[in-house]
């Protein structure tokens, strides 16, 4: 009986250390991106490069995946924990803010062919250096909400990292699919990568209302009519492939500010109605 007892504990604690195996899983997708990005130089071509921030692209969404299971598996096995939430940021900053801001940086030197004059290099650091920083306080305000159990249940406040990071990772795939490799065009994408980190960065912070996708998701078992839309969303990206991907990962990016409007718009009627 107690060595059964034993076995029945070890089972169980085997089990309850798998959503920190993928969360872990989660940051070495991360760091290996990093490391892919390291070696490119002068010496590296454009295509080279671009084909290597695809498949950077590609190791951020595969930690995506591993980011969705681990909450899954922590709710399903009961091991959600303070030390998990910790743990599950942390990677989260890896993965989603520093890689991302690595690859932009080094996109955008290698579209300028890496002949910069110093007020580029600054350009590019501190538009990096606000993706990073957004990156890293929506994370902390995210662990301090979790904590204190104030968090929405159906809605984010302000960008989710991960959403930030495929905006950036959806813009890589745009660029490989649409590039002309003409000097103006990857001078103007040199220039563009940077801000746009740095917008996202700022909505991370921001109070803009974004939905929960993976809990929208799920919800489709007890709501049907969200179904034809998931339907329309997978015909999109099969049609339109890369095209497909990028106009949905803005459509959800817009969608926060666009919902928030609507929310004023209705307060303000509200208001008017009740006087």
């Keep these: 009986m107690k060595k059964r007892s034993v076995v029945l504990l070890q089972k169980t604690r085997l089990l309850k250390s798998i959503p920190n195996f993928l969360t872990i899983c989660n940051s070495l997708c991360g760091f290996a991106a990093i490391l892919l990005l390291l070696p490119i130089s002068e010496s590296t071509s454009t295509e080279n490069a671009i084909g290597i921030f ?6 951020i969404f595969s930690a995506m995946i591993f980011d969705v ?6 709710r399903l096995l009961n091991a959600v924990s303070l030390h998990g939430i910790q743990m599950d940021s942390l990677s989260d900053m ?3 803010g520093v890689t991302p801001a690595v690859m932009v940086a080094a996109a955008s030197k290698c579209f300028f062919n890496w002949d910069m004059t110093l007020w580029q290099h600054v350009y590019i650091y501190l538009l990096c250096s606000v993706y990073i920083g957004g990156a890293a306080l929506r994370l902390a305000t995210y662990n301090v909400n979790a904590t204190l159990k104030t968090k929405s249940s159906d809605k984010f406040s302000g960008l989710p990292s991960p959403g930030g990071a495929a ?3 959806v813009a890589i795939f745009f660029l ?9 065009y990857l001078r103007l994408a040199g220039w ?5 980190s740095a917008i996202l960065g700022l909505l991370m912070n921001s109070r803009i209302p974004y939905i929960h996708a993976g809990k929208w998701l799920m919800s489709i078992r007890r709501n049907r009519k969200k179904l ?4 329309l969303m997978l015909a999109v990206v099969v049609c339109f492939r890369v095209n497909g991907l990028t106009f949905l990962t803005l459509a959800y990016i817009f969608s926060g500010p666009v919902m928030l409007i609507f929310e004023r718009i209705y307060r303000k009627r509200g208001k008017v109605n009740g006087q």
Excluded: H
């Design 176 to 184: 490989r699919a649409n590039i002309s490799f003409s000097e103006e």
């Design 192 to 196: 563009l990568l940077p801000l746009y």
């Design 167 to 169: 905006a950036v990772c």
């Design 94 to 96: 890896v993965t989603f």
């Design 54 to 59: 695809v498949i950077c692209s590609v190791m």
């Design 228 to 231: 034809p839309l998931v339907v």
């Design 69 to 74: 299971f681990d909450g899954l598996a922590a």
